[in-house]
């Protein structure tokens, strides 16, 4: 935005274009700091997940980019200087895009003063970003027949190539974007059979679940391996979500759950590449995680659900818990009123997050070492501090809770001072909750309890791919394609996300 000077213009125009951008900036600024606000200090119930937030952001912006048009039409000179700001910071475009170069040439090469012929100095290039709707074709495949002259009953014919639908219309990249929109992009199938109306292409909404089953069938095998891969690893996070189901029984939706088990061992350079399994189970019973996480040994870190507890009973595995619920506890009462101890509790909280700022990234040892010299003393302070607290108060308040939360606790709690590999939350997890969230949002139910176990076999895949930053759409055709001309399933290793490459990493071109 251009900025007022000391002496303003005289016309008039002028000054109402500078008037109209200064207003815009200031009502985006206003926006910003407002959502900002909503999403960091609002509570739980009121704060907004990062993809609203963005969302409103978008809005904002929008409100400057109308400021800037209605400047830049009465100011030519403003709109000058922000087209060449716009060039210098734009980037480029990836190289490995199509280029279609159109020549726009003069009329004439004579000299417009002497009509001496002009000869070419350089040029110009400027590049820009097109698109072209998806298209769809159709893939036609021959099979000439072939019969002998001297023997009646002989006719040769190569074999057809095998299909995931035999008979059907789609190919497997077909099939393999149907499931990326319905669980990448978050389009339920009725919404994805519109668009394809438009393009005159008539695919009814059973048709593509079909399609969808059949494939999540075609997957269980890698899923099922995904999860087996998982358990093998010393670490990992476990939360759950709802899983709205229909109950034709009742004419109405029954409550299941999808499970989800991450790991990502980023933060303290660990090797394993990163990945998600959902397990959907009809319920939320104490042995559902015991039967999906059998076999498995090392830390699990968890949120406060009591259904956990049974696999930490088997020795084989010690639960590390989340520091993110104990404080989301103590910041509902400070921002309910004055609440001098839950306020102290958020501090002493936010010093153990100080401290994790500077040590993520690092390796185990490393973090671990940072804790104990840094971490501990705020841990060793915390705990007799909450119990003299608890000792004051009544028993039955919402801060008597808290505390009561915390302590009960203390041992997972603390787990991360002895191993670097422990986060102080469940942050990780919580993130690939979200994508489950967004579908769960658009679609409102599964229609079975099948249609849940294919809702986690194929979403499964497709995070996994997008936290290793892998095409799910190319990932699922190849994957498919293989599965159906007879891959191994002594090589089914090979078909795991992160055995493909990942792709480029996105420059900023605008």
């Not at 593509?208 to 075609?218: K, P």
């Not at 949120?303 to 103590?330: E, I, M, P, Q, T």
């Not at 119990?387 to 997972?412: D, F, H, N, P, V």
């Amino acid at each position: 935005m251009a900025s007022l000077s000391t002496e303003l213009p005289r016309d008039p125009e002028t000054l109402q274009a500078m008037l109209i951008a200064r207003d815009a900036e200031i009502e985006r600024l206003r926006q910003i700091i407002k959502e900002l606000q909503r999403h960091r200090f609002g509570r739980r119930a009121e704060s907004l997940p990062e993809d609203q937030l963005l969302l409103a952001l978008e809005e904002a912006e929008q409100i400057e980019a109308a400021g800037f048009a209605a400047s830049e039409a009465q100011v030519p000179a403003e709109k000058a200087e922000r087209v060449a700001k716009r060039r210098a910071n734009r980037g480029a475009l990836p190289a490995h895009l199509p280029r279609i170069e159109t020549v726009v040439d003069i009329e004439s090469d004579l000299c417009p003063c002497c009509s001496g012929k002009l000869h070419r100095i350089g040029e110009d290039v400027a590049e820009r970003l097109d698109m072209v709707p998806a298209q769809f074709r159709v893939l036609v495949v021959r099979r000439p027949k072939y019969a002998c002259r001297s023997c009646a009953d002989v006719v040769v014919q190569a074999p057809a190539p095998a299909r995931l639908i035999e008979g059907g219309l789609p190919t497997e990249a077909t099939v393999a974007h149907v499931l990326v929109s319905k669980y990448a992009d978050h389009l339920p199938l009725y919404r994805q059979a519109q668009i394809y109306g438009r393009q005159g292409i008539a695919l009814d909404r059973s048709t593509l679940a079909d399609w969808v089953g059949r494939a999540a069938f075609l997957l269980r095998p890698v899923h099922d391996r995904l999860l087996a891969v998982l358990k093998t690893s010393p670490k990992l996070f476990a939360d759950e979500t709802t899983a709205p189901v229909l109950d034709p029984g009742r004419g109405r939706t029954k409550t299941g759950q999808l499970f989800a088990y991450a790991r990502d061992d980023r933060p303290w350079g660990g090797t394993d590449p990163p990945a998600v399994a959902y397990v959907y189970a009809p319920d939320r019973k104490g042995e559902r995680p015991v039967a999906h996480l059998d076999g498995f040994s090392g830390i699990l870190q968890v949120d406060g659900y009591g259904g956990y507890k049974a696999l930490a009973g088997r020795n084989a595995v010690s639960l590390a818990f989340c520091w993110a619920h104990v404080r989301r506890r103590f910041y509902e009462l400070a921002q309910s009123g004055p609440a001098p101890i839950a306020s102290e509790a958020l501090q002493r909280i936010a010093e153990l997050y100080h401290v994790e700022v500077g040590i993520s990234g690092r390796t185990s040892d490393e973090r671990r070492a940072t804790r104990q010299e840094k971490s501990k003393p705020i841990i060793e302070a915390l705990e007799p501090w909450l119990r003299a607290k608890l000792a004051l108060i009544s028993q039955k308040t919402k801060l008597a809770e808290a505390i009561r939360y915390a302590l009960s606790r203390w041992e997972g709690l603390t787990l991360f001072l002895d191993d670097g590999r422990v986060e102080l939350d469940n942050n990780i997890v919580e993130r690939s909750i979200r994508p489950l969230a967004l579908t769960r949002k658009n679609a409102l139910f599964a229609g079975s309890d099948g249609g849940a176990e294919h809702w986690a076999v194929i979403a499964s895949l497709v995070e996994t791919c997008k936290l290793n930053g892998i095409d799910p759409q190319a990932y699922l055709a190849d994957v498919i394609t293989r599965i159906l001309n007879g891959h191994p399933n002594s090589r089914i290793d090979d078909l795991m996300p992160w055995a493909y490459p990942a792709q480029p990493a996105l420059s900023n071109v605008a």
